[in-house]
């Protein structure tokens, strides 16, 4: 089992910045890729971005060049720098990790992008 938690979520401005964490513990020797998910009101769950257990990283087109996806290993911590925020990426932010067994999410946080 692994259990994640996200945070760092909250309201900013348009232009502005945010930094979301996600923090794994548990079984965290069987995650492959680790990754951030986000969902806006009446639209579907789409991966933002991802880190596999060897550092490479994919992103969403949407994201390229403004979001950032890190990790710290000692921490057992996953980050998404956010920069260049727009309205469009009000959205709740899932933190998602994937064993060779089963998936894992945690609970969410709003991110709240205000024009």
């Known amino acids: 089992q692994v259990q994640l938690v996200e945070s760092g979520g909250g309201l900013v401005q348009a232009g502005g910045s945010l930094r979301l964490a996600c923090a794994a513990s548990?079984?965290?020797?069987?995650?492959?890729?680790m990754g951030w998910y986000r969902q806006a009101p009446g639209k579907q769950r789409d991966v933002v971005a991802r880190?596999?257990?060897?550092?490479?990283?994919n992103y969403a087109d949407s994201v390229k060049g403004r979001f950032t996806i890190s990790r710290n290993v000692a921490k057992n911590t996953v980050y998404l720098q956010m920069t260049g925020l727009s309205p469009e990426d009000t959205a709740v932010y899932y933190c998602?990790?994937?064993?060779?067994?089963?998936?894992?999410w945690g609970a969410g946080t709003l991110v709240t992008v205000s024009s």
């Open positions: 998602h990790c994937s064993t060779n067994r089963l998936d894992y």
């Open positions: 548990g079984a965290i020797f069987s995650i492959n890729t």
């Open positions: 880190i596999n257990k060897y550092g490479s990283t």
